[in-house]
């Protein structure tokens, strides 16, 4: 079974970290899909977010789409990226997002089942 794993955290956090800190927080997250990549539990399909201001948001609005830069939710964390996980059940894959290495500016992970389509 297919699973996503949302990054979740307030991506300004990382402006106040200094290359050194952004190099080994990333070398840490290499070294989380070097442990679960041969194991098959990480596919591909995943994706690392650019930051929230270099989104666009469209909501429905009264004469149609309405488009607004940046995602304008009422609060700091956003998704900032996305692992897909294969595991047997939604418990196995919360263990396994359970061993991600946290640092600045992700404060939480969410695991969701991905709906299949039978293809």
């Keep these: ?13 990382w402006d106040a970290l ?3 800190e952004v190099q080994d927080l990333m ?4 070294g ?7 194991t098959g539990k990480v596919v591909e399909g995943g994706a690392e977010l650019q930051p929230r201001g270099t989104a ?15 995602p304008y939710l ?3 964390e956003v998704v900032g990226g996305i692992v897909m996980l294969e ?3 939604v418990d196995e894959a919360a263990r396994i997002a359970a ?11 969410e695991v969701r089942p991905v709906i299949s389509t039978g293809a």
């Design 18 to 20: 200094s290359p050194a």
């Design 56 to 70: 666009r948001t469209v909501r429905v609005g009264a004469d149609g789409p309405v488009i607004t830069d940046g």
């Design 1 to 13: 079974m297919r699973f996503a794993m949302l990054i979740c955290g307030d991506d300004g956090e």
């Design 32 to 38: 989380w899909f070097e442990r679960w990549q041969p």
């Design 74 to 76: 009422e609060l700091k």
């Design 87 to 89: 595991c047997d059940d």
């Design 99 to 109: 061993t991600w290495p946290f640092g600045p500016g992700m404060s939480a992970l």
């Design 27 to 30: 070398n840490q997250v290499y």
